[in-house]
């Protein structure tokens, strides 16, 4: 486990899914957060489960400026400064193509998913600076490598906070500030069902159907969990990671490794596909050319 003694972080999107196994995790890693989020009932059951010593929750919607700037100004002055930003609240943004295009709800995904990883990490500058440096950890995504794992806005802005990272990290550097972005798979949290726009409770319910359903989509056999991702990002905000800045770091199950067939022997791929030969066909015809 990643030692985060003496640290305070602040992690967007605390309330569910990844962001709250991060503040999970950064806990027990020894960190003080600043749980931030707009699931308000959440976020206060969170620094109730804690103790506001050790998490402090705050409204932020991460659109808004002020928010943010008072979200921060909150974790400097309840844990003595910032050492971490985790920018990772997000939703699945419209689902329109591009062939329907919707400029309203590209400018609504934009806001939540990109110009606020902007806008929080230049409003983080004066507090890491005063501390001597940090570590700003963006959640991308898999939908930012290749098409087919989310609407085509979404990944757009998925694949601006991986190249961001990069940039971020190069501008920053002589600030002691290092920029990393993690690139999760498939992770069982109410994205899918609150993208559908269910309840959030339903929302909720629907994130355990996918842990259990997800498993054969994958090379690791079995659906991701946020604790899978917290524990990428408290090693990129820990000292431990001191010499990684400007990466991206996918925690995929492997599900981005190459087509199904390269990891699954059942699934016979296009090729035997297109010449009508089954997996078993094509293994009788392979020990056959072993044998001579
Ligand atoms: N679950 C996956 O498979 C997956 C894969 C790749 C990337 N991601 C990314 O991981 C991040 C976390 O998502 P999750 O899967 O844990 O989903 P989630 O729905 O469980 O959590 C997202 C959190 O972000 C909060 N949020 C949404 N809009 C906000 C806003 N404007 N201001 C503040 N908070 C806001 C929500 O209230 C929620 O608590 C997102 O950026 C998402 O795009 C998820």
């Not at 997800?214 to 991702?229: S, V």
């Not at 431990?240 to 599900?255: K, P, Q």
């Amino acid at each position: 486990m990643a030692d985060l003694s003496g640290k305070t972080a602040i992690i967007t999107g605390a309330a569910s899914g990844i962001g709250l196994a991060s503040v999970e995790v950064f806990v027990a890693a020894g960190a003080k957060v600043l749980a931030a989020d707009i699931q308000d009932e959440k976020g206060k059951a969170l620094e109730a489960r804690f103790g506001a010593d050790t998490v402090r929750y705050v409204h932020c919607d991460v659109t808004n400026a002020d928010d943010l700037e008072a979200a921060l100004q909150t974790c400097a002055d309840s844990f003595g400064g910032l050492d971490i930003l985790f920018n990772n609240a997000g939703h699945g943004g419209t689902p329109a193509n591009l062939e329907e295009f919707d400029p309203d709800g590209f400018d609504a995904t934009v806001a939540v998913l990109l110009k606020s990883v902007f806008q929080a990490t230049h409003l983080a500058i004066p507090h890491f600076k005063a501390r001597g440096g940090g570590s700003v950890i963006n959640t991308s995504s898999i939908s930012a490598v290749c098409a087919g794992y989310a609407p085509i806005v979404y990944s757009v802005c998925k694949k601006g906070v991986a190249h961001f990272s990069k940039l971020a990290a190069a501008e920053l550097a002589k600030h002691q500030i290092r920029v990393n972005a993690v690139l999760p798979g498939f992770i069982a949290t109410s994205i899918f069902g609150a993208s559908l726009g269910l309840p959030r409770a339903q929302a909720d319910q629907m994130a355990e159907l996918v842990a259990q359903g997800g498993g054969a989509m994958q090379p690791a056999g079995r659906t991701g969990t946020g604790k899978d991702i917290a524990e990428m990002a408290a090693f990129l905000a820990s000292d431990a990671a001191s010499f990684i800045t400007g990466g991206e770091f996918l925690v995929d199950g492997g599900m981005t490794v190459g087509p199904r067939h390269s990891w699954d022997e059942n699934d016979a791929g296009p090729l035997l596909n297109a010449l009508g030969i089954t997996p078993e066909q094509a293994e009788a015809m392979q020990a056959a050319m072993k044998a001579g």
